[in-house]
């Protein structure tokens, strides 16, 4: 099997590649916009990987790049949601325009398997309640959201009319190491810089389900084994939910740190476009046979110690 991963060489990427390398042939297709070549430097010298710089928005060098391919993971994007307040064209960029190249390309070069990672943020501002996938209508309240969402409806429309096959994975949020940014790394880098006090963006009453990136990619090639619809699409997370304050306390307590004082900036959101309380209802992949192995608390106390434990030895945050 050849696999043909985009942004294999970001957080969850590098992780797939990990599992991915063991059953077939890897091309990882980055522009270390946000990936690290740490992460997948011990593939480099495997004559089964191969890994290709550059943009998704380079479309005659991509289109080359997908001959031969069995199955694209599509994992490059925007990584987090708060910079498209500042670049609002780069979700369009790099989700909606990079998605379409990226089928476009597998169209012309007879690609049809797709994995696409969406997110939990196509659903917006929801009621307090276990979001199935069916819940509707998606009406996302940040651009990376938006990007996302038109990005499952390219890669449904491309199934529909060129008889493509889809697998569509909609994550809650996802930790471990080694981090680029989020909660975890952003307090852990903040007490670096200050064991005294810490910043909260919001009222720190934010709460949502965290997935441990190990059951992420469990999860991924589980359903991509497991089920053979033209598309297939599941949420990804717990069932369980973290609150912001208890992640700032799981940190301060693994960094050995008493009396931090916390300092919420306010309001019920953490930046605009921020969705502050979010379910999860995963019983369509829990009725197809796979659950996560670690429920939310246990996801971010396990990332948590991962990344500290790591500083302590005096190493990076990245994986070697």
Same mark, same amino acid.
């Given at each position: 099997?050849?696999?043909?991963?985009?942004?294999?060489?970001?957080?969850?990427?590098?992780?797939?590649?990990?599992?991915?390398?063991?059953?077939?042939?890897?091309?990882?297709?980055?522009?270390?916009?946000?990936?690290?070549?740490?992460?997948?430097?011990?593939?480099?010298?495997?004559?089964?990987?191969?890994?290709?710089?550059?943009?998704?928005?380079?479309?005659?060098?991509?289109?080359?790049?997908?001959?031969?391919?069995?199955?694209?993971?599509?994992?490059?994007?925007?990584?987090?949601?708060?910079?498209?307040?500042?670049?609002?064209?780069?979700?369009? +960029?790099?989700?909606?325009?990079?998605?379409?190249?990226?089928?476009?390309?597998?169209?012309?070069?007879?690609?049809?398997?797709?994995?696409?990672? *969406? *997110?939990?943020?196509?659903?917006?501002?929801?009621?307090?309640?276990?979001?199935?996938?069916?819940? &509707?209508?998606?009406?996302?309240?940040?651009?990376?959201?938006?990007?996302? %969402?038109?990005?499952?409806?390219?890669?449904?429309?491309?199934?529909?009319?060129?008889?493509?096959? &889809?697998?569509?994975?909609?994550?809650?949020?996802?930790?471990?190491?080694?981090?680029?940014?989020?909660?975890?790394?952003?307090?852990?880098?903040?007490? %670096?810089?200050?064991?005294?006090?810490?910043?909260?963006?919001?009222? &720190?009453?934010?709460?949502?389900?965290?997935?441990?990136?190990?059951?992420?990619?469990?999860?991924?090639?589980?359903?991509?084994?497991?089920?053979?619809?033209?598309?297939?699409?599941?949420?990804?997370?717990?069932?369980?939910?973290?609150?912001?304050?208890?992640?700032?306390?799981?940190?301060?307590?693994?960094?050995?740190? +008493?009396?931090?004082?916390?300092?919420?900036?306010?309001? +019920?959101?953490?930046?605009?476009?921020?969705?502050?309380?979010?379910?999860?209802?995963?019983?369509?992949?829990?009725?197809?046979?796979? *659950?996560?192995?670690?429920?939310?608390?246990?996801?971010?106390?396990?990332?948590?110690?991962?990344?500290?434990?790591?500083?302590?030895?005096?190493?990076?945050?990245?994986?070697?």
């Amino acid at each position: 099997m050849k696999y043909f991963v985009t942004g294999g060489a970001g957080f969850i990427g590098s992780h797939l590649v990990d599992r991915l390398v063991k059953t077939g042939e890897v091309t990882v297709y980055d522009n270390f916009s946000s990936g690290k070549r740490e992460f997948i430097q011990r593939h480099l010298s495997n004559p089964k990987f191969k890994l290709i710089e550059d943009d998704l928005l380079n479309f005659e060098r991509l289109t080359a790049s997908l001959k031969n391919q069995d199955v694209v993971f599509h994992l490059a994007a925007n990584p987090e949601a708060r910079l498209g307040i500042q670049n609002t064209r780069l979700d369009l +960029e790099q989700e909606t325009l990079a998605t379409y190249n990226l089928l476009e390309g597998m169209r012309r070069n007879g690609v049809r398997k797709i994995v696409l990672a *969406s *997110s939990g943020t196509i659903y917006g501002d929801t009621p307090v309640i276990p979001l199935p996938e069916n819940y &509707g209508p998606a009406l996302p309240i940040s651009l990376y959201g938006a990007g996302k %969402l038109a990005s499952e409806g390219l890669v449904s429309a491309f199934c529909g009319t060129f008889d493509f096959q &889809g697998w569509i994975f909609r994550f809650s949020n996802v930790v471990g190491q080694p981090a680029t940014h989020g909660a975890i790394y952003d307090f852990i880098h903040k007490l %670096l810089a200050d064991s005294t006090q810490l910043e909260i963006l919001g009222n &720190g009453k934010q709460a949502k389900p965290y997935l441990h990136v190990s059951d992420c990619v469990a999860g991924i090639l589980f359903g991509f084994e497991n089920s053979h619809e033209p598309v297939n699409l599941f949420n990804l997370g717990t069932e369980s939910h973290t609150s912001v304050a208890a992640i700032a306390r799981l940190v301060a307590e693994e960094m050995g740190l +008493e009396n931090v004082k916390v300092n919420f900036t306010g309001g +019920e959101r953490g930046w605009p476009g921020d969705v502050p309380q979010v379910r999860f209802n995963i019983g369509k992949i829990k009725k197809l046979g796979w *659950s996560p192995r670690l429920d939310s608390d246990s996801a971010v106390r396990q990332s948590v110690k991962e990344v500290v434990r790591q500083l302590a030895a005096g190493e990076s945050l990245c994986r070697r």
